[in-house]
């Protein structure tokens, strides 16, 4: 089992920086893919970015604005978000998959990650 919980969430001006954070406990490696997704009312859950065994992957929208970073000795991902738009606005989720470097599974989407955290509100004004 794997517990997550969010945080950093926040009201912040478009063109201003957020960072999230994801505390893992339970059982926990630097195998695992650890991913965050966002989900604005009446939208779908659509990703943002995930880490594997140190590769990064990005969302379109997100990229060159968002860094996603890992720090396995205190087991928490964080998301940077710079130049923030009013469009990302959404609820924010981090998500975990065990040993996800070794299965394969397409990180992009939502399926294939097995724990997911509470998520945690960012609202970006215009």
């Known amino acids: 089992q794997v517990q997550l919980v969010e945080s950093g969430g926040g009201l912040v001006q478009a063109g201003g920086s957020l960072r999230l954070s994801c505390a893992a406990s339970?059982?926990?490696?630097?195998?695992?893919?650890m991913g965050w997704f966002r989900q604005a009312p009446g939208k779908e859950r659509e990703f943002v970015a995930a880490w594997s065994g140190g590769v990064l992957y990005y969302a379109d929208s997100v990229k060159g604005r968002f860094t996603i970073s890992r720090d396995t000795a205190k087991n928490t991902v964080y998301l940077q978000m710079n130049s923030l738009k009013p469009e990302d606005t959404a609820v924010y989720s981090c998500?975990?998959?065990?040993?996800?470097?070794?299965?394969?599974?397409?990180?992009?989407?939502?399926?294939?990650?097995?724990?997911w955290g509470q998520g945690t509100q960012v609202t970006v004004s215009s």
């Open positions: 339970g059982r926990t490696a630097s195998s695992d893919v």
């Open positions: 998500a975990a998959v065990p040993m996800g470097y070794y299965l394969r599974r397409d990180y992009y989407r939502a399926q294939s990650y097995d724990y």
